[in-house]
């Protein structure tokens, strides 16, 4: 059975400090892995990793996929209260479908 | 450009009853997917559509249904509710192409059965 797995499930930091979520798997037919933010309703695509050992940054976001140990990691720098989320992390199997874990819920708080 | 909308937002049904969510994808997009998301869990996938075929179905019972429509947008269609499947029904689309096939989610139904 499919499975994706994050931790910590819940993080509570402060503004300014740094945090690491993580997210392993173990699906058939893996395609790429996608991390999502989940603030209020709709989830907001962060990032999407089909290639092992490639980074891929967006201003304070920073993602990596190690495909042989089947994890990856988001990386967050420098917190701020607009950080406060949930973040999400799926696998597409290449059917479009994709395998959601439960999420990890971010506070940070000032 | 317009993101994916969904309608209704909020939605109060009691059991038995039936239910109708709409979905919209973004301009361009052929593929629209649903999921539900239970308080506290990430989304399940529902269905997803691709020019107006199902494509693929998650592990849900038959009461519920979808379709696309030759505009791409799509609806989902829940029979005989049940208490649990209170929900956020989110929608999402993507290009579905070998190019491009991150999907963008819309801001979802908020499903309460009663």
């Known amino acids: 059975e499919d499975k994706v797995v994050q931790s910590p499930l819940s993080l509570v930091v402060h503004e300014g400090d740094t945090v690491t979520l993580n997210c392993s798997y173990e699906?058939?037919?893996?395609?790429?892995l996608l991390w999502y933010k989940q603030e209020k309703k709709a989830p907001t695509f962060l990032f999407m990793l089909t290639s092992s050992g490639i980074e891929k940054k967006s201003g304070r976001l920073s993602s990596i996929l190690v495909k042989k140990e089947l994890f990856s990691i988001l990386n967050i720098t420098a917190t701020q209260t607009g950080d406060s989320a949930i973040y999400l992390c799926a696998v597409d199997r290449g059917s479009e479908k994709l395998v959601f874990g439960k999420g990890t819920k971010l506070t940070v708080n000032p | 450009d317009a993101g994916v909308t969904q309608s209704p937002t909020h939605l109060i049904k009691t059991r038995g009853q039936h239910v109708t969510l709409r979905c919209s994808p973004i301009s361009g997009h052929k593929s629209v997917s649903w999921y539900q998301q239970v308080l506290g869990q990430g989304p399940q996938f529902i269905f997803q559509?691709?020019?107006?075929?199902?494509?693929g179905r998650g592990n849900f019972p038959d009461r519920f249904s979808a379709r696309q429509f030759p505009n791409y947008s799509s609806e989902l269609n829940v029979n005989a509710l049940l208490l649990g499947d209170s929900a956020l029904y989110l929608c999402?689309?993507?290009?579905?192409?070998?190019?491009?096939?991150?999907?963008?989610f819309g801001p979802g139904t908020r499903l309460t059965v009663t």
């Open positions: 559509y691709y020019e107006k075929e199902e494509r």
């Open positions: 699906v058939t037919n893996f395609r790429s």
């Open positions: 999402a689309s993507s290009l579905a192409n070998w190019q491009s096939y991150e999907q963008y």
